[in-house]
């Protein structure tokens, strides 16, 4: 078990309307990752927090918005949803060794 | 430019086969280097290196780290048609304002053949 919740897991939208992707994690753990991964490109970084109220770019942050009121949540948010958005979206959380864990993914369409 | 390069892209094998996947880095700062599976949904871990020439093995699996070159090597022996799956790659920052922060390469796909 991950410790990682994702939802939806599937989302289908339209260009222009705002999407929220949400994560959850049942442990404590500071770090949080949102990756999109497109083919050809692997996992791109979109965002990151250190804790609750820190947050960080990535390579690709532009369009997305994220927020970290409290540790065990890290909502992504789409403000105006571009078809280029359309992608699979992994949240992870740092384990206590260092490595990774993630969330199963939210396939998200924008038509 | 900090980057992450894994390779081949793509490779094909029969059961039984040996394979080596790549990954070279240039990354300021370097902390350690993770590998990842990847099969229909997330990936999953596999291991994490830090120190130079200390190779990390788990059953038909091994990898080691060069920090003198700047890269790794994934090594996987008589491959099993299970062992098809996407091989991810990631190098983590040590310091500064991009502490913690993990770039990951393309990947390396993975076939494999009865």
């Known amino acids: 078990d991950a410790g990682i919740t994702q939802s939806p897991r599937y989302k289908i939208t339209e260009t222009g309307r705002q999407v929220t992707l949400m994560c959850h994690q049942t442990?404590?753990?500071?770090?949080m990752f949102w990756y999109r991964q497109d083919l050809g490109h692997g996992l791109r970084l979109i965002y990151y927090s250190a804790a609750a109220d820190i947050t960080d770019k990535g390579e690709v942050p532009d369009g997305y918005v994220v927020s970290r009121s409290k540790t065990e949540n890290f909502p992504l948010t789409l403000e105006s949803a571009t078809r280029s958005q359309t992608s699979v979206y992994f949240c992870a959380r740092r384990g206590s060794a260092g490595e990774l864990f993630f969330g199963e993914g939210s396939r998200l369409t924008v038509l | 430019e900090d980057k992450v390069v894994q390779s081949p892209l793509s490779l094909v094998v029969h059961e039984g086969d040996t394979v080596t996947l790549n990954c070279s880095y240039e990354v300021t700062n370097f902390r350690s280097l993770l590998w990842y599976k990847q099969e229909k949904k997330a990936p999953t871990f596999l291991f994490m290196l830090?120190?130079?020439?200390i190779e990390k093995k788990s059953g038909r699996l091994s990898s080691i780290l060069d920090k003198k070159e700047l890269f790794s090597i994934l090594n996987i022996t008589a491959t099993q048609t299970g062992d098809s799956a996407i091989y991810l790659c990631?190098?983590?920052?040590?310091?500064?304002?991009?502490?913690?922060?993990?770039?990951f390469g393309q990947g390396t796909i993975l076939t494999v053949h009865p």
């Open positions: 830090t120190s130079s020439g």
């Open positions: 442990w404590s753990h500071s770090y």
């Open positions: 990631a190098v983590e920052w040590a310091g500064g304002t991009s502490y913690g922060k993990l770039t």
